[in-house]
């Protein structure tokens, strides 16, 4: 039994990762923003963690054996300045202060985002080169927290998931799903698409969760990092159909093969344009579609115009790394999951 602390405790991934700890018999220490609710969070002591606080950190730090770092920003619509402050500032604040504390061991959760152009079967090998503001801040975030532990001689162990779904989730496939939602209940049940298309890889949030607990746990993850993603990438089109039919909306086959659809990077600016202008309107119906279904106002429909790249290449990541180290995979299809996920927003009334 290990005492262990969890920065983000309070975020998506963060409270997976406190159930996950915790059922596996380790004294947890839950750390977030003073203005994060953790109260809900049993069996944990919560601490406030701020990463531009160093007295916030050292407190959070006194005392525990293991690190587990899952706290930052993913938001590709914030800043440079704050993606760099949050996700490589607070990695070297919390690795340092965590090593001069002399913890046994640090996990960090980083991004699959860092290897950045496409690719198929990318391992942890390859070259690392994020393309974007969000994806360059995860890489000196993981730069910096191995610098950090390899000059005070602490074993780091690294997570690289992929694009994370699962319930709690309010981002990614989440924001997906409630735009076409809101698509759907504005009348528009219908809509074309190609075929085919790029594939993706997806894990489960319990699977990221669990990985981390095998990272802390295992000597065969110390000084390591690790691609986690299931064992089913999709192909694009094949995952917008998904969500479209849990949306309730049909897909009528476009006749055009998926590389027309590429063209859309040439409308680049244009669907910038259109998401600066129609967040702001699909946030405001979205809270009146809540209000009328009455709904939890947890989701919230967005145009993130880096979420283009995702369905116009490959992004597949190899996970043999992880399983060969003695992980299994609990939930090795994106298309099962997804289903169950979409079951949980309901039961919770954050879908209708």
Known sequence: MS???????????????VHQFLNAGHV??????????????????????????????????????????????FDHAASR???????????????????????????????????????????????????????????????????????????????????????GSRYGMASWLALLTLRAQAGLRSLPLAQGGPFGSHVHVEDVARACLFAAESDAAA?????????????????????????????????????????????????????????????HLWKKLTVRLELKERLLPRIDVEWLDYVLGDHVFDNSALKAAGFEIQHPDTRTGMAEVVAWYRQEHWLP
């Open 223 to 283: 000084g390591r990092a690790f691609n986690v993603s299931d064992d089913t990438p999709l192909a694009a089109g094949d995952l917008l159909r998904i969500l479209c039919g849990e949306a309730g909306i049909t897909v009528k086959n476009w006749g055009l093969p998926w590389f027309v659809a590429t063209l859309l990077t040439l409308m680049r600016p244009l669907v910038v344009w259109v998401a600066h202008k129609q967040n702001p309107r699909l946030a």
């Open 81 to 167: 300045e704050l993606l760099f402050a949050v996700n490589e500032g607070g990695c070297r604040t919390v690795g340092t202060i965590a090593t001069e504390l002399g913890v046994a061991r640090v996990v960090l959760v980083s991004s699959t985002g860092v290897y950045g152009g496409k690719g198929n079967g990318i391992t942890e090998d390859d070259p690392k080169t994020p393309t974007t503001d969000y994806d360059q801040s995860k890489w000196a975030g993981e730069v910096a927290m191995t610098e950090v532990c390899r000059d005070a001689g602490v074993p780091l162990a690294v997570i690289r998931p992929t694009l994370i779904y699962g319930p």
């Open 28 to 73: 947890v220490r839950a750390g977030d923003r003073a203005q994060v609710d953790l109260s809900d969070l049993d069996g944990v002591e919560a601490v406030p963690c701020e990463l531009d606080d160093d007295a916030s950190v050292r407190a959070a730090c006194e005392g525990v054996d293991i690190v587990v770092h899952c706290a930052g920003l």
């Open 3 to 17: 005492h262990v602390l969890i920065t983000g405790a309070g975020g998506f991934l963060g409270r997976h990762l």
